[in-house]
């Protein structure tokens, strides 16, 4: 992709592709084939046109608006303790070797636990609010801050590392300026996955019960067989992603400028 | 290398004149060394062995010795890096205990942290000492412009060369000023002509420490002899490893300041080769015959 394609083109190809398939589905939605029948019914699959009008009266209305603030304050806040915690806890695991050996199988299994099954018990500790979702994200979010981090202070070059101990730094500033740089580097690098899936656990946690949210709104849309609704909500739902990556991005291409693949862009 | 001159006549120079020294003016003094690795997987590996060595203040020692003889080993127990098994490591008459103070410290890898800027690479050497960070920016930009790199001051790292790298962290180990200066094969990575643009640098800011009456001691490892003779007052040969020795001890009497690519032309510097060379070049094969054995 490098290099061969230039932004405008590249534009262009994935405007196509998306139009195509809107086309098709247009097309097997309305196209009457057998019996004047259009070979998929709209009833189940709805038409692209209708989907698009749906989503088009939501945004100009008030109530996605309050949707969406609610799924991203839980996501904000399921990324933002999610995080701090991984960090707190990655640190202490790869400063303190006897810590990490103790808890590894503890860690293991916690993570291997599929997270919608904690999503009942979530909603009976924190009731149907924000926070029962919050700690859904939470539980995501955790271990992916909390393996990068680790793996990142374990991975420091022992040069950097003996030459800033030759330099006379003490623990503190070994902290400060060799382990947190290289712990946020793994980070940043798994910051697209963290708040995706800090995401998808306020939409999950949404979807399994509450009184507001996106996922709530599809759950509403799904429980009336409104398949417009639904299609409209997972169609508002990709916009708001594809916003919060984007603004990923920008935060990672800023804090990580010094990293050879991301700078040196010749012109 | 060039072996073209080495075989016919051994040991036709002058060994380093030993002179019983004072603990105290020696800026390095190991004392029956002796340094064994416990290996993974069960074994050990002695890598040094009953290595007895005074470096006196001021001076430029260099050491040469074959592959895997275990040069960087000696050098990281001067820095306190590694604790020797048996044997003691005096700075300036004192024990050394933990890491080394009064040294600094110029490795082969990369050392300087990627995620800071060349200046910001070199002052925050300062920190420990308590420099505040305005004054210890304005110090490293001083030291920047010294090395030569006055216009990279904020370049990363993987901007600069490889070269320039070192440079950075020449800066970074000076503007310490520290006594000893410990230098693990530091141009190794470095192409021919860098090289000795990097050599004629640290010799003058070695010899500008000289106006100021406190030239460093440098210890300084390599297996290029070249660099070694051009570079250093004294060169000490090192055995074939595992359990290396020192072989060999010579002086370099070549007149200063050199420019590190003239000299290798003079006639003087030809002899001094020849006679190490004699020396070293029985170590490097019994490295190769080794390492052909194992390959077997």
Known sequence: MKGALNRGTLLVLQVLVGLGFLLLWHLLTTIPVIDGKPLLPPFFFSTPLDVLARTAKDFAGTEIWRHLGITLLETELAFAIGALGGIVVGFAFARRELLAAVFDPYVKAANALPRVVLAPIFAL????????????GFTLVFFIVFFNVYQGIKEVSPTVLANARMLGMNERQLLRHVYWPAALTWMFSSLH?????ALVGAVVGEYLGSAGGLGYKIHEAESVFDVTGVFSGMLI???????IDTVVTMIENRLLVWRPDTAAKTV | MSSGHSASTPAASTPAAFARPNPAAQAVRFAGLDITFQLQTGGVHR???????NVARHDFVAIVGPTGCGKSTLLNAAAGLLKPSAGTVEINGTPLSGLNAKAGYLFQADALMPWKTAIDNVAVALEPQGVKRAEALE???????????????????????GGQRKRVSLAQMLIRDPQILLMDEPFGPLDAQTRQIMGNLLLSLWAAGDQAGERK???FVTHDLEEAIALA?????????????IVGDFRVELPRPRDIAEIRTEPAFHQIHKAIWASLRVEVQKTYEMSAEAQQ
């Open chain 1, 125 to 136: 500790w924190f009731g149907l609010g924000i926070w029962s979702k919050v700690a859904l």
């Open chain 1, 193 to 197: 996955t963290s708040v995706g899936f």
């Open chain 1, 237 to 243: 739902l990709a916009i708001f992603v594809i916003v």
């Open chain 2, 47 to 53: 890598a040094v062995s009953d290595i007895t060595l």
């Open chain 2, 139 to 161: 110090r490293a930009r001083a030291w920047l412009t010294r090395v030569g790199l006055k216009n990279f001051a904020d370049r990363y790292p993987h901007m600069l060369s």
């Open chain 2, 217 to 219: 001691a440098v210890l």
């Open chain 2, 233 to 245: 007052d004294r060169v000490i040969v090192m055995s074939a490893g595992p359990a290396a020795k």
